[in-house]
């Protein structure tokens, strides 16, 4: 028996988490969401659970970006791919700093 993958959706807007939520479990995996920043530092503390986060970057109470360096900096989880799920504006010098420690980055724009 194949153990389905865990997927973690943070981000604020129902919509993408529904559209990721969907597609994810369409691919047998299970989902878990969170819809604040306060959330998603409460799923890191389990993050050993999860196969890949899909993060945004802005969000209410606690920003992604503080998510994510949560993420990396817990040995468990440091290696638990990333994929940054976000409509605001990045800088070149941002997503550099984001390709060294994300798998992807996928803007909202590009959502219908």
């Known amino acids: 028996m194949v153990d389905k993958k865990r997927v973690l959706i943070v981000d604020d807007d129902y919509i993408v988490r529904a559209v990721i939520g969907k ?5 047998g995996a299970v989902v878990s969401t969170a819809t604040d920043g306060k959330e ?3 799923a890191v503390e389990r993050i050993q659970d999860f196969d890949v986060v899909f993060l945004d970057l802005m969000m209410p109470h606690i920003s992604g970006w503080d998510i994510l360096d949560s993420i990396k900096n817990n040995t468990k989880a440091k290696n638990i791919p990333v994929v940054i799920v976000s409509g605001a504006p990045v800088s070149d010098k941002e997503k550099e700093k984001l390709s060294q420690k994300v798998t992807a980055f996928v803007s909202k724009e590009t959502f219908s």
Request: charged fraction near 40%; hydrophobic fraction near 25%.
């Open 40 to 42: 998603a530092q409460e």
């Open 23 to 27: 597609v994810s479990e369409k691919h």
